[in-house]
Nanobody, 115 residues
Framework: QVQLVESGGGLVQAGGSLRLSCAAS????????MGWYRQAPGKQREFVAY???????YYADSVKGRFTISGDNAKRTVALQMNSLKPEDTAVYYC?????????WGQGTQVTVSS
């Protein structure tokens, strides 16, 4: 069975840091991109960052300069280092992997930033 498992979410005060990790397991062929979306209560899921198999990265403007994405193609893992966290970063963060047949999603991990 193919699955994505996120970890590292939790509660942190504004200005603090968290590191999210995501690991892909099972039979997944032809991974092009791994990355992160997030969804806050009452809002639509929004793009956060991705890293391609060629190690190219892209960030949403809202997190640029604060978040850093990294990945390991061989291990099929991706991490999101989140610094200078703000209350507006509070959301469920979802790992995703883009493959030839579509997109797979993790179950999500809660990030709560208190003021």
């Amino acid at each position: 069975q193919v699955q994505l498992v996120e970890s590292g979410g939790g509660l942190v005060q504004a200005g603090g840091s968290l590191r999210l990790s995501c690991a892909a397991s099972g039979s997944i062929a032809g991974i092009n991109v791994m990355g992160w979306y997030r969804q806050a209560p009452g809002k639509q899921r929004e793009f956060v960052a991705y890293i391609s198999s060629g190690l190219k990265t892209y960030y949403a403007d809202s997190v640029k300069g604060r978040f850093t994405i990294s990945g390991d193609n061989a291990k099929r893992t991706v991490a999101l280092q989140m610094n200078s966290l703000k209350p507006e970063d509070t959301a469920v963060y979802y790992c995703y992997v883009q493959v030839g047949t579509g997109v797979l999603w993790g179950q999500g991990t809660q990030v709560t930033v208190s003021s």
